[in-house]
């Protein structure tokens, strides 16, 4: 019985190859399923803006081909991320509070977002302008909004739309190129109006024609990429 018991037993040396062999495919495993972990969060990401650009599109169609504003003066709904029409093409009756969302309305990588959840009667709910932000760049890199100023574009006017910022990740509900170097990582709000390149040194964008993208930073950082792509991807009547 003792022969038989150590014949099946396992000896020190194979427990010890086995568990190496078992570490060893872990870690070989672990960044493959991290990688895809990222890529079906980027996908969620396009996915959710897709959805802004089909809201946005049902705006347009019953304003006379305006786009969805960035900002009005003198209304109850003075950013785009309170503008009731806007949120009833995303099946939301009413924004609650300062474009408070469920979080299925958050990019999945928007930690700051996430670090920052509402509490008491807004538990449950995330900040849209810490996932998302709305370009306000036109002619100059100035900034636009003013105490007198709307920010809003007509349809016709936008200069070859599939190539122009609508909304892009953010850590600010407005953007701008002049803040588009700033982004640092999740953790640091540097300053206002800042692009998020949260996606693997990219940011995902939805264009004035509705379809969506992921664009290096290298073409959006307006300290990296030279004023051809500021005016391409940012400024929106040249």
């Given amino acids: 019985m003792n022969i ?7 000896t020190l040396i194979e427990l010890l190859v086995v568990i190496s062999i078992i570490s060893l495919l872990i870690a070989i495993l672990l960044p493959a399923l991290g ?3 990222k890529s079906a969060q980027n996908i969620a990401c396009l996915n959710m803006l897709k959805q802004w650009g089909v809201a946005m599109a049902v705006y347009e169609s019953q304003s006379k081909g305006y786009t969805l504003p960035v900002a009005l003066k003198n209304t109850n709904q003075t950013k785009w991320l309170n503008n009731e ?3 009833a093409g995303m099946a939301q009756e009413q924004v609650q509070g300062f474009g408070l969302v469920p979080p299925s309305w958050i990019c999945p990588r928007a930690q700051y977002a996430f670090d920052h959840p509402q509490t008491g009667p807004y538990e449950g709910l995330f900040n ?3 996932s ?3 370009n306000v760049n036109a002619f100059t890199s100035t900034q636009l909004l003013d105490s007198t100023t709307h920010i809003l574009y007509r349809t016709d006017m936008i200069i070859s739309p599939s190539y122009k910022l609508a909304m892009v990740d953010a850590l600010d509900w407005w953007v701008r190129s002049s803040r588009s170097q700033f982004y640092l990582n999740e953790t640091n ?7 998020a390149y949260r996606h ?3 940011a995902n964008v939805l264009m004035f024609d509705g379809h969506c993208e992921a664009i290096k930073r290298e073409n959006l950082d307006a300290s990296l990429a030279g004023s051809a792509n500021v005016t391409k ?3 929106t009547f040249e």
């Fill in 4 to 10: 038989s018991s150590r014949k099946q037993a396992f």
């Fill in 233 to 235: 991807y940012w400024k």
């Fill in 85 to 87: 029409l806007f949120m």
């Fill in 128 to 130: 849209l302008q810490y």
């Fill in 200 to 202: 693997g040194d990219a």
């Fill in 189 to 195: 709000m540097v300053t206002s109006m800042m692009t």
């Fill in 35 to 37: 990688q895809a972990r």
């Fill in 132 to 134: 998302y932000g709305a």
